[in-house]
C-alpha cells in the first residue's frame, strides 16, 4: 500500500508509462535483498524468492529494471527474474537481456555483477538428489551495454585467453599461467597487474578483484543490458 501510494502521488505511471502493479513489482524485486542461510549459501529461491523485500528501499529506488522477453514468461508484469529452463545440449550457456531505466534528472552509474548457485546435489551411492541448501558456483559472465562489450575500468586490453572480450575468465587464465597450468598468455605484456616485474597468483588476484563492469544509464533514459553466461561443468 505504502508503493502504491508513493507511485500515485509522484505519478510514476504517466512518467514510465506503467501502470501501478507493474511498476510496484519491478521495485519490490530488483531491490530484494538475497538472504544467505549460512556464511557461503544463499536460501533457495523455492524458499526466498527474490529475496527479502524492502519497501523502504523500494520507494528510495532512483532507477528500475524490466526484464527482456527472453528472460522470462512473466516480462511483461514487472518481475524481475530470469528462468534459464533445461540445457539440453549441456553446455552450460545462457543469455538474458533487460532494460534499466533511470527516473533521475543525472547520469546513473551501476555495478553488473552475479552470483550463481544450485541446489546442492546429495547422492546416496545410486541416485543423485537436490537438496533444499545451495552452492555457489564459477561462471564467467560478460555483459554488453547496448549492444558493446563492457570492459571493467582499469582492464583494457587484459584479454588473457584471447577470446576477443575482458571477463573473469581471463583472471583464471591468468592465474593458470602463473602456476603453470598453461605455458602461453594472450597480451602477455598487461599481465604485471601489480607491476612487480613478475606474473604471479597476485596479479590473477588483482584482476579478479577489479572485474566489475559498469553501466552508465543517461538521465530520465534507459540503456539495454544482455549478459552472457557460461557455467562450467558441475
Known amino acids: ?25 519491478s521495485l519490490l ?6 538472504v544467505l542461510e549460512s556464511a557461503n549459501a544463499y536460501y533457495s529461491i523455492l524458499k526466498q524468492g527474490a529475496g527479502l523485500a524492502n519497501v523502504g528501499a ?9 526484464m527482456g522477453e527472453d528472460a522470462t514468461a512473466s516480462y511483461a508484469d514487472g518481475k524481475v527474474k530470469v528462468e534459464l529452463f533445461d540445457d539440453p545440449d549441456r553446455d552450460g550457456t545462457y543469455s538474458a537481456t533487460f532494460t534499466l531505466h533511470n527516473l533521475q534528472n543525472t547520469d546513473k552509474t551501476i555495478e553488473l555483477n552475479a552470483d550463481f548457485f544450485i541446489q546442492t546435489p546429495v547422492s546416496d551411492g545410486q541416485y543423485l538428489y537436490m537438496d533444499m ?17 563492457v570492459t571493467p575500468a582499469g582492464l583494457e586490453g587484459m584479454d588473457f585467453n584471447g577470446d576477443g572480450t575482458v571477463s573473469a575468465s581471463d583472471g583464471q587464465t591468468l592465474l593458470d599461467y602463473a602456476t603453470g597450468t598453461v605455458e602461453t598468455l594472450s597480451n602477455k605484456e598487461k599481465a604485471d597487474v601489480d607491476g612487480d616485474g613478475d ?22 533514459g534507459s540503456v539495454e543490458v544482455k549478459v552472457e553466461i557460461e557455467i562450467p561443468e558441475i
Open 1 to 25: 500500500a505504502l508503493l502504491a501510494q508513493y507511485i500515485r502521488e509522484n505519478d510514476l505511471e504517466a512518467k514510465t508509462g506503467l501502470d501501478a502493479r507493474t511498476l510496484a513489482q
Open 29 to 34: 524485486m530488483s531491490t530484494a535483498v538475497p
Open 58 to 66: 523500494a520507494i528510495m529506488a532512483d532507477t528500475y529494471i524490466l
Open 133 to 149: 541448501t545451495t552452492s555457489l558456483i564459477g561462471m564467467d559472465v560478460v555483459w554488453y551495454v547496448d549492444g558493446v562489450a
Open 199 to 220: 606474473i604471479d597468483s597476485f596479479d590473477a588476484y588483482l584482476f579478479l578483484s577489479a572485474a566489475e563492469a559498469v553501466a552508465t544509464v543517461p538521465a530520465g
